[in-house]
């Protein structure tokens, strides 16, 4: 079974909307963060948004104001709403679960974004 299934990918026009999810399995536990990164073709992968214990987040220049991240605890489960996307938003999403011995990573999603 997976450790991180995610969701919400597909294509959209530009200014549109997207929700992703990513749900993490029971028994993955002392999470010390979630978070999203995405790489685009060419390009390195970068750290998009990220929520740590407390609730306090992150966000990369290119995405603030426009994407929010927030979690549901009591499912294990992160979220990234994306909105206003852009072409320049186009890549593969993944989420990522930082826990005490290490890090879990999903498979990735692909959000593609048409202008």
């Known amino acids: 079974q997976a450790q991180l299934v995610e969701s919400g990918g597909g294509l959209v026009q530009a200014g549109g909307s997207l929700r992703l999810s990513c749900a993490a399995s029971r028994i993955i536990y002392a999470i010390k963060a979630m978070g999203w990164y995405r790489q685009a073709p060419g390009k390195q992968r970068e750290l998009v948004a990220g929520?740590?214990?407390?609730?306090?987040?992150k966000y990369a220049d290119s995405v603030k104001g426009r994407f929010t991240i927030s979690r549901d605890s009591a499912k294990n489960t992160v979220y990234l709403k994306m909105d206003s996307l852009k072409a320049e938003d186009t890549a593969v999403y993944y989420c990522?679960?930082?826990?005490?011995?290490?890090?879990?990573w999903g498979n990735g999603t692909l959000v593609t974004v048409s202008s």
């Open positions: 929520i740590i214990s407390n609730g306090s987040t």
């Open positions: 990522n679960v930082k826990v005490a011995w290490g890090d879990y």
